[in-house]
């Protein structure tokens, strides 16, 4: 018997860093997502001669006797704190691989770590909430293989749809949108994914940025402050289905993002979106802690295909996507 899952990842369309301590809990945070098809996956069976984790997109893997022997660490970090928390009793293999490139900023390793805890869990035959899942691999990304970030990526991985997630730590409200179908179906289209390369360190950026804010800066506690009124007027924009009003919050949440610090915005970057804004794009922000990553465009009705392929042309990578409402799926298949 073979437990498998899979758990989107998502564009964060505005309020992100608001979700992170110690603004969220000092402040409340106030984000707003969607989450899309491209998924992180995993795998989890029986084997013998021991635990073995295998990420394949990192090409990294590690065998160990006993699960309490593995180093929690590097590239397999997450997965080895997932095994020891949460791993099945005996000997086990956790193999992973996902649809989306490294350091995307599109929340992938909250996903990855949604689909590890649902895969165990099945694994286990275990059937928690999907609230559940998403503390639980919260917790193991954040306490156990101590990566620094907030709690918006596995929401948005556990619930998928359109959410609206406020922060007052410990307590995390989900609201799933009821956005406008045409309004949907718009997005999907004109928002397009571009992908200029893998994030600078992204916990370093949300480590430095929170740092800032604790010490007391003026600017990036204003920037904050702009990027929650953001998460919520992007609410209201959807369940109106105002898509001009949508690419408004956009540039709006850019311009906050950029307040927070010089290294969010890469040259990379600015050079596409120049070319960006040269062939008739109305807005854009970087997703996750920007620094590299994807860029989100919103593209004139019936322009995408055409800013996609200039975005190509500059050096960027279109990735393609539609919208999950689905959120994390787990079942188990049978060995063949």
């Known amino acids: 018997m073979i437990a498998r899952a899979r758990a989107p990842t998502r564009l964060d ?12 809990a000092r402040a409340g945070g106030a984000v707003t997502s969607v989450a899309i098809s491209l ?10 001669g021991g635990v073995r984790l295998h990420a394949l997109d990192y090409g990294a893997h590690v065998s160990a006797r006993r699960v309490s022997e593995l180093p929690v660490e590097g590239d397999l970090a997450l997965l080895a704190a997932a095994a020891k928390r949460y791993g099945p009793r005996g000997d086990f ?27 165990l869990a099945e694994a286990r035959g275990a059937a928690p909430m999907r609230t559940e899942v998403a503390q639980q691999a919260h917790l ?91 998460g919520l007027a992007m ?45 008739g794009a109305t807005a854009w922000k970087a997703c996750g802690s920007g620094a590299g990553g994807c860029l989100l465009f919103l593209a004139p009705t019936g322009e995408e295909h055409a800013l996609a392929e200039r975005l190509r042309e500059a050096g960027g990578t279109i990735l393609r996507y539609t919208f999950d409402v689905t959120g994390v799926e787990a079942w188990t298949s049978q060995e063949r």
């Open 13 to 24: 369309l505005a309020g992100g860093f608001t979700d992170v301590p110690p603004y969220s």
């Open 39 to 48: 998924y992180a996956h995993a795998l989890v069976r029986r084997r013998k």
């Open 93 to 119: 293999e956790i193999v992973t691989h996902a649809d989306y490139p490294p350091g995307s900023g599109l929340g992938g390793s909250g996903a990855m770590g949604v689909a590890v805890v649902a895969a």
């Open 140 to 230: 193991l990304e954040t306490e156990d293989a101590k990566i620094p970030g907030g709690r918006q990526d596995q929401y948005c991985a556990a619930l998928g749809g359109f959410a609206f997630l406020e922060f007052e730590d410990p307590a995390v409200r989900a609201t799933l949108l009821a956005v406008p179908a045409a309004c949907a179906r718009d997005l999907e289209h004109h928002l397009v994914l571009c992908y200029v390369g893998a994030s600078r360190f992204s916990g370093r950026t949300i480590t430095r940025v929170m740092g800032r804010y604790e010490a007391g800066d003026a600017g990036v506690t204003a920037a904050l402050d702009g990027l929650k009124a953001c």
């Open 235 to 279: 609410r209201d924009a959807l369940l109106r289905g105002d898509v001009g009003a949508v690419g408004d919050v956009l540039a709006e949440d850019w311009r906050h993002m950029k307040a927070l610090g010089p290294e969010l915005e890469t040259p990379e970057m600015r050079a596409l979106t120049e070319t960006a804004r040269k062939a």
